[in-house]
C-alpha cells in the first residue's frame, strides 16, 4: 500500500495539473485533474495538512526509490524540453512517445554554492535513460525551442551554444561572446532572452549574432517566460515584476521581505502565469500582475533546489545534489484504491491526449 507522504506528494505534483481546470475548457479535462487531484486525499485528512488545507513538504517527500542521479554538486537548474526532441508528436496532435517510459532528455546544471548564494558553475549536463553525460563545462542555463523542432539552446560563459543531438554534444551558436548566466526562448521563431551575469537582459536576434538591451528591466537576478511570452523576472530587493506588451507591472500580493525568491519554469497546462517560490512557499504569479497563495509550503531542510515541471505528467526535482523523477500516471495508477484506479485507468489515453494537444496548440500560435 502507497505511504500516506507519497499520497501526498502526489497531491502536491498534481496541484500544477488540478490548478488547471481553471484554464482547460472541456469538462473531462475538469474530471480527468480533479481526479488526479484527490488521489492525495484518498486516505483521510493528512497529517501534515491544517484546517485550512495547506501542505508541507519534508524529506519524507523525497523516496530514494525516485532518484535518477546522484552527483557531487549542488543542482541548480533542470530543463525539461517539450519540443520533439522529447515529444514528437505527428499532425493530429497526437505522442509517438512513450511518457510512461520516462523515456526523456533532461538538461540539468550543477555548481557549488557559497554562504552568500553565490554559484561556482560546474557544468551543464544531460539525463536520459539513466545515462549522465557533461555536455559544456562552462554551461550555465538551457531552454528549449516552442516549436516542433528539436532544437535546445545553452547559455554559457563565453555565449551561446545549440545541443547536437546524434552526438550528444554543444556547438557554438551565434557570435557572441557574453557570460550569460539565464535563457528564455520564446515560442514563436527563433528569439531568445538573456541574462548575462552583470544582471543584463537582452534580446538576441539573427540567429545568436545580434543583441539588443531591454532597457526597462533593470537589475533582474533571474528570467522566466510563460507560454504567452510574459517575461517574468526579480531583482536584489526581491520584488518579482513581469514585462507584458503593455509594459513592466510589479508582482502585487507577495510577502514583504522576503529573503530569498526562485522563479520557476511553467509546467506547460499554464499559459499566463508561473510559480514562485518566496522563502519557503509556493505561490502563483499572473500576467496581470496579481498572485495567489498556493496552500503549498516546504520545511526549511526540505526544499528542492532546482524544478523541471514543465512536462507536468512527469516532473523532475533536485534536492541534496540529487535528481528525483515523479512521474504522476505510474504513481496514481501504481497502488491507489481500486475504483479510482479504474476509472484513471480507462482515462490514461484521455490524460495523455490531452497533454499532446495542449503541447501542440502552444506550437501552433
Do not use: W
Not at 253 to 271: M, Q, R, V
Amino acid at each position: 500500500m502507497i505511504r500516506l507522504k507519497q499520497l501526498q506528494f502526489i497531491y502536491y505534483v498534481c496541484f500544477i495539473i488540478a490548478i488547471s481546470s481553471v484554464i482547460v475548457e472541456t469538462t473531462m479535462a475538469i474530471k480527468i485533474f480533479t481526479a488526479l487531484l484527490l488521489v492525495g486525499l484518498i486516505s483521510g485528512a493528512p497529517t501534515s495538512v491544517d484546517n485550512d488545507e495547506k501542505i508541507t513538504i519534508d524529506k519524507d517527500y523525497y523516496p530514494r526509490d525516485f532518484v535518477k542521479y546522484e552527483g557531487s554538486h549542488d543542482i541548480i537548474s533542470i530543463v525539461v524540453p517539450l519540443n520533439s526532441l522529447n515529444f514528437d508528436e505527428n499532425e493530429s496532435g497526437e505522442s509517438n512517445s512513450n511518457e510512461d517510459e520516462s523515456n526523456i532528455t533532461v538538461f540539468f546544471v550543477e555548481a557549488d554554492i557559497d554562504e552568500d548564494g553565490k554559484p561556482t558553475y560546474q557544468g551543464l549536463f544531460t539525463l536520459k535513460d539513466g545515462n549522465v553525460k557533461k555536455i559544456l563545462e562552462n554551461g550555465r542555463d538551457a531552454a528549449s525551442s516552442g516549436d516542433s523542432s528539436r532544437t535546445v539552446y545553452l547559455a554559457a560563459s563565453d555565449g551561446l551554444y545549440t545541443y547536437k543531438e546524434d552526438e550528444q554534444i554543444a556547438v557554438k551558436y551565434g557570435s557572441l561572446t557574453d557570460s550569460i548566466i539565464g535563457i528564455a526562448h520564446i515560442a514563436e521563431g527563433n528569439t531568445l532572452y538573456i541574462l548575462t551575469d552583470d544582471h543584463t537582459v537582452y534580446e538576441v536576434q539573427n540567429n545568436g549574432n545580434d543583441k539588443s538591451k531591454l532597457e526597462d528591466i533593470l537589475d533582474a537576478q533571474q528570467i522566466i517566460l510563460d507560454y504567452a511570452n510574459n517575461l517574468y523576472f526579480y531583482t536584489s530587493d526581491k520584488k518579482v515584476y513581469v514585462k507584458t506588451t503593455e509594459g513592466i507591472k510589479e508582482i502585487v500580493g507577495l510577502p514583504e521581505n522576503s529573503t530569498k525568491i526562485t522563479l520557476i519554469k511553467p509546467p506547460f497546462i499554464l499559459e499566463d502565469s508561473i510559480p514562485v517560490l518566496v522563502d519557503n512557499v509556493a505561490y502563483i504569479v499572473y500576467s496581470n500582475g496579481t498572485s495567489e497563495n498556493s496552500d503549498f509550503d516546504f520545511k526549511v531542510d526540505a526544499i528542492p533546489s532546482a524544478f523541471g515541471m514543465e512536462a507536468a505528467l512527469i516532473q523532475y526535482y533536485a534536492y541534496d545534489k540529487k535528481i528525483y523523477e515523479y512521474n504522476v500516471l505510474v504513481l496514481v495508477l501504481g497502488e491507489i484504491l481500486d475504483e479510482l484506479k479504474n476509472f484513471l485507468s480507462n482515462k490514461t489515453s484521455d490524460i495523455q491526449s490531452l497533454a499532446a494537444n495542449r503541447r501542440a496548440s502552444l506550437r501552433s500560435k
